[in-house]
């Protein structure tokens, strides 16, 4: 009777990390292509993070755009960040879900430039938080904010 106790609290609690691996793998897989089929619809727009225009776009009106994006985290990245919190080194799990939150930031930005008739969109910067729960103990996410110069 205690080897069955001591076996299931093991693979419950291990079921569970498995579960919640494949469901969040599944779901960023999903965004990642998504993110892919946008970017390639939008790819006709120039971007670039130089602060100079350049003198064709001299006469071009100006219009701010920007996107956010806040990309939450699942548990099975908690579980991970937490192990490499304690052997350390780079918390790969987390370096998907900035990536997700820039390319959505940005895809948001050059859809509201698109949806504005711009060509171009010059000086582009990334501001970017982590977001917790009302305690830091509970899974949290990262927010990005794209902005850039749209030109008409």
Known sequence: MIVFQFSMQIIIPLSF????????????????????????????????????????????????VMGSAVIATDYFKVFAAGLRKFFGG???????????????????????????GASAVWNIRYETSTTHGQHRKKPGGVEVLAYGTALK
């Open 90 to 116: 780079e918390m790969k799990s987390y370096v998907t879900l900035m990536e997700r939150a820039r390319r959505e930031a940005m895809l948001r930005m050059l859809e509201q430039a698109a949806g504005q």
């Open 17 to 64: 990390v498995l579960v919640c691996f494949c469901i969040g793998k599944g779901i960023e897989l999903h965004h990642f292509k998504t993110l892919a089929e946008r970017e390639r619809q939008l790819s006709g727009i120039i971007v670039t993070n130089l602060k100079t225009i350049p003198s064709q776009y001299a006469n071009a009106q100006p219009i701010l």
